[in-house]
C-alpha cells in the first residue's frame, strides 16, 4: 500500500500536470476565448483548443464569428453560422472572411444568401464578396473590351457602309447562375454579336445613325444573358462612327477581277485567232508550192502535145471586106471528127504555124 506521502506527491504531480495545462491553454485561446464569450460569438473553449491542434487562425475565426454576431446575423447551433462550418470551410480551403464579409453585405443589402451557398460559391473559385457587391452595385462592361486592341466593333449595313460601334453594358451579378454560369468574356461576345447582326439588317446605316436606339432594342431582345453569372441591366451605344464603303469596295474589286477575267478570255481568243492565220498563212504557202509545180508542168505537158501532134495553130488570111474574126479555139482534130462530113467539103488543113527552117525559106 502506497503511504500517505506517495498519495501526496502523486496527488501534486497530477495538479501541477493539470495546472501545466491549463496555463498552456490560458495562453494559447485564454485571450481568444475571452474576447468570445464578452462579445456573445458563442466559442467555447474546445472549440478553440480543437482549431489550435487543427493549425486553424485562432484569430481569424474569431474576428469572423465576432463579424457574423455583431452583424445581426443567426450564429445559433440550430440554424445558423456554428463554429464548426467556419473551421469546415477552413480547412476545405477556403476564405472564411470572405464569405463572412459576403453574406454581411448581403444582409444589409436585403439579399437572401446563406453560408453555405457562399461557401459553395468561394470554393467554386468566384469571388463571393465582388459577386455580391456586383450584384448590389452594377457593373459596367465595355465591348470591345480595351485589352482586345479594338476601341470599336465594326459592322456594315445592308447598302455597305461600314459603322464602327462602341458599347457599355450595364450588368448585374446573377447569384443563382454564378456557379457554372458564363462569364464576361460572353457576355462582350453576345453583345457584340448583337449589335452587328442589328447592324446588318438595317437597310442603310443612315437608319442606325438616326436612331441607335434601334440597336440597343434589338439586342436586348435576344436574351443575351441566359446562361450567364450576369443579368443585363441595359446597353447603351456609346460611340457610333462612319467608316468605309465597304459595299462600294466590294464591288470594285469584282469590277477588277471581271475585268481581268474578260481580258484573259479576250487573250485566249486573240492567241487562237493568230493560231488560225498562221495556220491559213502555211495553207497559203502550201497552195503557192502547188501552183509553183502546176506551173512547172505546164512547158512539159505542152511539148509532149508538140510531140504528139496534138496542138495545132491555125493560120487566118484577112480577105479584103470580111472583118477579121478569131477563130474559135480547140483542137482543130476534134472539131472535125465532131463535125459531119460531106463529099466536097473537105478543106486543106492550115499550115502549120511554128514553121520549121525549111518552110521559112520557102516563104
Known amino acids: 500500500m502506497p503511504s500517505q506521502l506517495q498519495l ?197 446605316h443612315m437608319d442606325v445613325l438616326e436612331m441607335p436606339l434601334q440597336i440597343s432594342e434589338a439586342a436586348m431582345a435576344h436574351g443575351l444573358d441566359s446562361n450567364t453569372a450576369f443579368a443585363i441591366v441595359s446597353i447603351d451605344i456609346a460611340d457610333i462612327d462612319v467608316g468605309e464603303n465597304i459595299g462600294a469596295r466590294l464591288q470594285r474589286d469584282q469590277a477588277d477581277a471581271d475585268g481581268r477575267i474578260a481580258r484573259a478570255r479576250a487573250e485566249a481568243r486573240r492567241a487562237d485567232a493568230v493560231a488560225h492565220t498562221q495556220q491559213m498563212l502555211a495553207k497559203v504557202a502550201e497552195n503557192r508550192a502547188y501552183l509553183v509545180n502546176a506551173e512547172a508542168q505546164v512547158p512539159q505537158a505542152m511539148a509532149v502535145a508538140f510531140r504528139s501532134g496534138n496542138l495545132r495553130g491555125k493560120v487566118v488570111r484577112s480577105i479584103p471586106g470580111v472583118d477579121r474574126k478569131e477563130p474559135p479555139r480547140g483542137n482543130g482534130i476534134t472539131d472535125r471528127k465532131n463535125s459531119p462530113t460531106k463529099p466536097g467539103d473537105a478543106k486543106p488543113s492550115p499550115a502549120n504555124p511554128f514553121p520549121g527552117p525549111r518552110e521559112e525559106r520557102d516563104g
Open 8 to 204: 501526496l506527491v502523486g496527488a501534486a504531480l497530477v495538479g501541477g500536470v493539470i495546472a501545466i495545462a491549463m496555463f498552456w491553454v490560458l495562453s494559447k485561446c485564454g485571450a481568444y476565448w475571452i474576447q468570445a464569450y464578452m462579445s456573445g460569438a458563442d466559442i467555447t473553449m474546445k472549440s478553440l483548443i480543437v482549431m489550435y491542434l487543427l493549425k486553424l487562425d485562432l484569430r481569424m475565426m474569431v474576428t469572423a464569428k465576432i463579424m457574423c454576431r455583431q452583424a445581426g446575423l443567426r450564429i445559433d447551433r440550430q440554424g445558423g453560422i456554428r463554429t464548426a462550418d467556419l473551421q469546415i470551410h477552413a480547412l476545405a480551403g477556403g476564405d472564411v472572411m470572405n464569405v463572412v464579409q459576403a453574406i454581411i453585405v448581403a444582409h444589409r443589402a436585403g439579399i437572401e444568401l446563406d453560408f453555405d451557398r457562399a461557401a459553395a460559391i468561394d470554393l467554386a473559385g468566384r469571388d463571393v464578396l465582388h459577386a455580391v457587391q456586383t450584384s448590389v452595385t452594377p457593373k459596367v462592361i465595355y465591348c470591345p473590351e480595351a485589352r482586345e486592341g479594338r476601341p470599336l466593333l465594326s459592322a456594315i449595313a445592308k447598302n455597305g457602309v461600314e459603322l464602327l460601334v462602341g458599347a457599355r453594358v450595364t450588368v448585374r451579378t446573377n447569384l443563382d447562375q454564378l456557379i457554372g454560369g458564363a462569364t464576361e468574356e460572353t457576355i462582350v461576345a453576345r453583345v457584340g454579336q448583337a449589335i452587328v447582326s442589328a447592324i446588318g439588317s438595317s437597310e442603310t
